[in-house]
């Protein structure tokens, strides 16, 4: 085992045999000559005594010197030992929540049972639902992202530093010429466009950078704009120096967290340098200035710069909490295979709420009243490009409204499937004071349920299956209401 488990471990074993015996560090420092604060440092793992100092204790605590060193944990802590032995703290990013390891063990160690029992739990629903390490990761960054509003000042610097020092002028559109001249000339960059496309098995895979030859291969099927993606998150991780990173976009397999978190950073970083703050900034105002929506300023605004829909939405989930203050919003990519009858939710981020709707693992309908779905529908038969639309959800089961934006574009690595992005603003006075359009009478207002299972809405024309799940939770509230009435009735 690792020095630092053996710390640990020798530190809740002395916490736990001090405490079976009634003492507080202060009683344990009169009784052994060493002071409280050395004492408090071994049992917070932080120091190992040395052999003198264990004979002392053991001798003082009248237990014997094997058990003292022993690795071995009694039942109460065997859990501890445990998640200590699967080195499962390791793979948890604690230290991007500012979580320090000896705290969480500390907080373990003082109900053992309880919380293994939680992480047990934990851990089945995991394996439940098929939430791979990758998917933990992932997730972890979601929480990240969520506890940051999605906004990050230094990677915002960064960009502006970037832009300063290869004298790229963030009031132009940027191009992937722009961005490839710098990969070749500054950090000796080869870019092989036609090798990724022999592959067929590679489906969907768009690059790969070959870091011993600082070959980037693209796939010949990426448009203008994901080219134009793909070249500035390279010149991210350069700029940045990241050591650890992905080679391939988007990623088929990762071995660390921090692969994961340097990946989400040079996103940041492109969507950041393709979409500047400033820019964006101006092309919103216009839209939110008016009383009514006018849809040719916000497809004004995707075209003015570089970048899919995607990334443009991904672009106001930075600038709008931060630059507006409209902090109660949801992000949503979905994909949809034309004639099919399925939708499946992709990708998400919810900001200062727990937004409806969010990702469901149980085979249910997502409510086709969304304009999410809807956009989806409408292009697969259509075929055009880019489709838009926008409409105010009214969820009923929680009376939330959000002001719904959603572009539906075809994927260009799948025949016949097509991809929404969509993000949702919770509507209250702050956003209402910023959005003068919200009063126009031009937009459609929409009841909308998460999934058809459980949904209380009964006139619905595109429902897909009956609300099992809720009738499920009104039968056992009238059987709740039954049994009260019934203890009332022979109470006395």
Same mark, same amino acid.
């Given at each position: 085992?690792?020095?630092?488990?053996?710390?640990?471990?020798?530190? /809740?074993?002395?916490?736990?045999?001090?405490?079976?015996?009634?003492?507080?560090?202060?009683?344990?420092?009169?009784?052994?000559?060493?002071?409280?604060?050395?004492?408090?440092?071994?049992?917070?793992?932080?120091?190992?005594?040395?052999?003198?100092?264990?004979?002392?204790?053991?001798?003082?605590?009248?237990?014997?010197?094997?058990?003292?060193?022993?690795?071995?944990?009694?039942?109460?802590?065997?859990?501890?030992?445990?998640?200590?032995?699967?080195?499962? $703290?390791?793979?948890?990013?604690?230290? /991007?929540?500012?979580?320090?390891?000896?705290?969480?063990?500390?907080?373990?160690?003082?109900?053992?049972?309880?919380?293994?029992?939680?992480?047990?739990?934990?851990?089945?629903?995991?394996?439940?639902?098929?939430?791979?390490?990758?998917?933990?990761?992932?997730?972890?960054?979601?929480?990240?992202?969520?506890?940051?509003?999605?906004?990050?000042?230094?990677?915002?610097?960064?960009?502006?530093?970037?832009?300063?020092?290869?004298?790229?002028?963030?009031?132009?559109?940027?191009?992937?010429?722009?961005?490839?001249?710098?990969?070749?000339?500054?950090?000796?960059?080869?870019?092989?466009?036609?090798?990724?496309?022999?592959?067929?098995?590679?489906?969907?895979?768009?690059?790969?950078?070959?870091?011993?030859?600082?070959?980037?291969?693209?796939?010949?099927?990426?448009?203008?704009?994901?080219?134009?993606?793909?070249?500035?998150?390279?010149?991210?991780?350069?700029?940045?120096?990241?050591?650890?990173?992905?080679?391939?976009?988007?990623?088929?397999?990762?071995?660390?967290?921090?692969?994961?978190?340097?990946?989400?950073?040079?996103?940041?970083?492109?969507?950041?340098?393709?979409?500047?703050?400033?820019?964006?900034?101006?092309?919103?105002?216009?839209?939110?200035?008016?009383?009514?929506?006018?849809?040719?300023?916000?497809?004004?605004? $995707?075209?003015?710069?570089?970048?899919?829909?995607?990334?443009?939405?991904?672009?106001?989930?930075?600038?709008?909490?931060?630059?507006?203050?409209?902090?109660?919003?949801?992000?949503?990519?979905?994909?949809?295979?034309?004639?099919?009858?399925?939708?499946?939710?992709?990708?998400?981020?919810?900001?200062?709420?727990?937004?409806?709707?969010?990702?469901?693992?149980?085979?249910?309908?997502?409510?086709?009243?969304?304009?999410?779905?809807?956009?989806?529908?409408?292009?697969?038969?259509?075929?055009?490009?880019?489709?838009?639309?926008?409409?105010?959800?009214?969820?009923?089961?929680?009376?939330?409204?959000?002001?719904?934006?959603?572009?539906?574009?075809?994927?260009?690595?799948?025949?016949?499937?097509?991809?929404?992005?969509?993000?949702?603003?919770?509507?209250?006075?702050? /956003?209402?004071?910023?959005?003068?359009?919200?009063?126009?009478?031009?937009?459609?207002?929409?009841?909308?349920?998460?999934?058809?299972?459980?949904?209380?809405?009964?006139?619905?024309?595109?429902?897909?299956?009956?609300?099992?799940? /809720?009738?499920?939770?009104?039968?056992?509230?009238?059987?709740?209401?039954?049994?009260?009435?019934?203890?009332?009735?022979?109470?006395?």
């Amino acid at each position: 085992m690792q020095e630092d488990y053996i710390k640990l471990i020798f530190g /809740l074993k002395l916490k736990q045999i001090r405490t079976d015996k009634n003492l507080s560090l202060f009683g344990l420092s009169k009784l052994s000559g060493l002071s409280k604060s050395y004492l408090n440092e071994i049992e917070n793992g932080k120091k190992y005594p040395k052999p003198d100092k264990i004979v002392l204790l053991s001798d003082k605590l009248e237990v014997s010197y094997d058990q003292m060193v022993s690795l071995q944990l009694d039942k109460n802590l065997a859990p501890i030992g445990d998640i200590l032995r699967s080195k499962i $703290l390791k793979e948890l990013p604690l230290e /991007l929540f500012g979580i320090k390891e000896s705290n969480l063990i500390d907080i373990i160690s003082n109900a053992p049972a309880k919380v293994n029992a939680f992480i047990s739990t934990i851990i089945k629903i995991a394996q439940h639902y098929n939430f791979s390490r990758e998917s933990f990761y992932l997730a972890s960054v979601r929480s990240y992202q969520e506890a940051n509003k999605n906004y990050f000042e230094d990677l915002e610097q960064s960009v502006l530093k970037f832009a300063k020092a290869y004298h790229i002028d963030l009031e132009e559109r940027i191009s992937s010429k722009d961005l490839e001249d710098i990969l070749i000339e500054e950090f000796g960059y080869s870019i092989e466009a036609n090798e990724l496309s022999k592959h067929k098995a590679l489906g969907s895979l768009r690059s790969v950078f070959v870091p011993k030859t600082k070959t980037l291969l693209l796939a010949n099927e990426i448009d203008e704009a994901q080219r134009t993606f793909i070249y500035a998150k390279e010149l991210a991780y350069n700029f940045l120096e990241v050591k650890e990173r992905l080679y391939t976009f988007p990623w088929i397999k990762f071995d660390t967290f921090d692969q994961v978190l340097n990946n989400f950073y040079a996103s940041y970083f492109a969507g950041a340098l393709i979409i500047p703050s400033d820019k964006i900034k101006t092309r919103l105002q216009e839209i939110f200035d008016k009383d009514t929506f006018d849809s040719s300023l916000l497809l004004g605004a $995707l075209k003015a710069f570089n970048a899919s829909p995607e990334s443009f939405y991904q672009r106001l989930t930075n600038i709008l909490p931060k630059n507006y203050n409209i902090e109660n919003l949801f992000f949503l990519r979905f994909t949809h295979k034309a004639e099919s009858n399925s939708y499946y939710l992709k990708k998400e981020l919810h900001l200062s709420h727990q937004h409806s709707p969010r990702a469901n693992q149980t085979n249910e309908h997502y409510c086709r009243r969304w304009v999410s779905l809807k956009l989806l529908n409408k292009i697969s038969k259509s075929k055009k490009e880019h489709e838009f639309d926008l409409q105010i959800s009214h969820f009923e089961h929680d009376s939330a409204k959000y002001v719904v934006l959603s572009s539906a574009t075809k994927d260009p690595f799948n025949e016949n499937y097509y991809r929404s992005i969509s993000i949702g603003l919770l509507i209250n006075k702050q /956003l209402q004071r910023r959005l003068n359009f919200l009063t126009d009478p031009n937009i459609k207002t929409q009841k909308v349920g998460v999934t058809c299972e459980r949904c209380s809405i009964q006139d619905c024309e595109v429902r897909q299956v009956p609300a099992s799940v /809720l009738g499920k939770v009104a039968k056992n509230k009238n059987i709740e209401n039954i049994v009260k009435d019934l203890n009332t009735k022979f109470m006395s």
